[in-house]
C-alpha cells in the first residue's frame, strides 16, 4: 500500500513564503506525475502545479512566478516552494501522484490527506 504523506502547512502573513513537502511511501515501482492541488472553502478542488519524472511542470496562472514544484526521484517527493502568498492562496493543499506500484499493476491516482495552508495577517 502507498501513502502520500504531506507537511510543511501553516500561517503565514501576506507575502510571505512556505514549503510543502509530500513523500511516498510503500509499494512503488514508477511515479509518472506528482503535483499539488488545493481546495478553498465553498469552491471546488483545483490544480497548483504538477511535475512529470522528466521535470516538466505546469502551474495554474494565478501562482505562476510565486510558486515553484520540484521533485526528488530518489526520494518519491515533491515540494512546492510557494513565495509572495496572498490570502487568496488559503486553502487545504492536496499532494496527488499517478503512479504504479508494480509493472504488472494498473496506474492508481493517490492523494495525501491535506495540509491547511492560511495566509491572513
Known amino acids: 500500500q502507498v501513502q502520500l504523506v504531506e507537511s510543511g502547512g501553516g500561517l503565514v502573513q501576506p507575502g510571505g513564503s512556505l514549503r510543502l513537502s509530500c513523500a511516498a511511501s510503500g509499494s512503488i515501482f514508477n511515479i509518472y506525475t506528482m503535483g499539488w492541488y488545493r481546495q478553498a472553502p465553498g469552491k471546488q478542488r483545483e490544480l497548483v502545479a504538477v511535475?512529470?519524472?522528466?521535470?516538466?511542470?505546469t502551474y495554474v496562472d494565478s501562482v505562476k512566478g510565486r510558486f515553484t514544484i520540484s521533485r526528488d526521484n530518489a526520494k518519491n517527493t515533491v515540494y512546492l516552494r510557494m513565495n509572495s502568498l496572498k490570502p487568496d492562496d488559503t486553502a487545504v493543499y492536496y499532494c496527488?501522484?499517478?503512479?504504479?506500484?508494480?509493472?504488472?499493476?494498473?496506474?492508481?491516482?493517490?492523494w495525501g490527506q491535506g495540509t491547511q495552508v492560511t495566509v491572513s495577517s
Open positions: 496527488n501522484a499517478v503512479m504504479r506500484s508494480s509493472r504488472d499493476a494498473n496506474i492508481s491516482n493517490l
Open positions: 511535475i512529470v519524472s522528466g521535470g516538466g511542470t
